[in-house]
């Protein structure tokens, strides 16, 4: 478990955390799906300030979702949830947590959910030319083995 307070980085493997929740933030800890980083700020913090907060590359290192693309630098906070959820729902088929309504709140997020799935589309298309390529490399080894006997 990685914190991050203020400005610093917390480690657990290196040093004790302690985290004190309310029945607030359990019960949204409880309902958070896949997401990877929790984070309470104070009502007065101007916009933009949490999602820049959480995307600190010390906080989010070694935290990445089952079936996860490369961070594409186009997308931040929320949008690069949505965009990851969107390839992951292309990876291993959809369900409740990459096809969350959350997804789709804005046309900003729905937009980087869909470019998540085409990027999974596109990668799986090359993996399938790939396998295709190799199966044809395998029939033909099979051939070529039959007609020496």
Known sequence: MRVKAGGKVHDGS???IAIFLSDFDKNNIANMGEAQVY???PDDAPPGAME???Q???LLQGYAGKNTPPPDPEYTGFELEAFNA???AQMN???VLNCNLRHFASADLTKAWEAGKQKAK???KTHYKWLNNEIESAEKLIENYKDKK
């Open 86 to 88: 969107g390839y992951d």
């Open 122 to 124: 596109r990668e799986q």
């Open 14 to 16: 290196k040093e004790p």
């Open 93 to 95: 088929g959809p369900d």
């Open 39 to 41: 984070c309470v700020w």
């Open 52 to 54: 820049k907060f959480v």
């Open 56 to 58: 600190d590359p010390d």
